[in-house]
């Protein structure tokens, strides 16, 4: 027998002999359902701070040193991020349209 079937025979029947329990079940769920939330609005909060970080520079809340650039380069007449940010909103746009 090979040693990853050998692991996997392993693992199901330690998994198995954990989940026989249905409050192990119940709390195994929770804590995957909560880990996959928080994950999901990580995710989901980075990118879209960031994007608006990019369209609005000096307006918003963020003051760290790129942010502070951004801004400057904005003020000094650079629309590279404002162009940016507008492109993604329009697109976002016209796929919700579409649904």
Do not use: C, H, W
């Not at 409050?23 to 909060?45: A, G, M």
């Not at 492109?87 to 746009?93: G, Q, R």
Request: charged share 25%; net charge positive.
């Amino acid at each position: 027998m090979k040693k990853r079937y050998l692991l996997s025979a392993i693992g199901a029947s330690a998994a198995g002999y954990l989940l026989i329990n249905k409050k192990n079940r119940q709390k195994l769920k929770t804590n995957l359902k909560s880990l996959l939330k928080s994950v999901k609005n990580t995710n989901e909060f980075s990118l879209g701070s960031t994007l608006e970080d990019a369209g609005r520079p000096d307006q918003t809340n963020n003051q760290d040193l790129a942010q502070l650039q951004n801004a400057k380069m904005v003020s000094e007449g650079s629309q590279f991020g404002v162009n940016y940010y507008n492109e993604v909103k329009e697109n976002i746009a016209v796929k919700e349209n579409n649904k």
